[in-house]
């Protein structure tokens, strides 16, 4: 059996290279809503080079070491945020609403996004 790291690092990697990000981003939040503290603690820096997939992902981290009251891995603080910012949903009556539904790790990289770890859209 994988360990939570080893897991955490496979489907990284789909994220990196799927066309669709979403089936492989449903599979990490269901890994990440199970993971114990000290298994978010100890989880790998993810292999994806596209900087709006490595944020997301990093929030999600991010978001589970919150929800385990650990400190996220160290990795995460040298990711950098988004250059500008990147609403899930481009109209302008929802940008509002996402400015503030969004989790903080995921405002804080620049990413609005209308769920949270735990939650599917």
Same mark, same amino acid.
């Given at each position: 059996?994988?360990?939570t790291?080893?897991? /955490? ?15 492989? %981003? ?5 890994? %990440?809503?199970?993971? &114990? ?20 992902? &990093?929030a999600?981290?991010? %978001?589970?070491? +919150?929800? &385990?009251?650990?400190a996220?891995?160290?990795? &995460? ?8 910012? /990147? ?9 509002? +609403? ?7 790790? /995921? ?15």
């Amino acid at each position: 059996m994988r360990s939570t790291a080893e897991t /955490f690092a496979s489907i990284a990697r789909e994220v990196a290279r799927a066309d669709r990000i979403s089936y492989p %981003l449903a599979e990490l939040n269901d890994l %990440l809503t199970a993971a &114990t503290g000290v298994e978010v603690e100890t989880l790998p820096r993810p292999e994806i080079e596209d900087p709006y997939r490595l944020n997301y992902v &990093t929030a999600m981290v991010e %978001l589970a070491a +919150h929800r &385990t009251s650990v400190a996220p891995p160290f990795w &995460t603080a040298n990711v950098p945020p988004l250059a500008e910012p /990147f609403f899930i949903d481009r109209s302008p009556a929802l940008r509002a +609403h996402l400015l503030t539904a969004s989790p903080v790790p /995921f405002r804080r990289r620049n990413i609005f996004i209308d769920t949270s770890l735990g939650g599917r859209v």
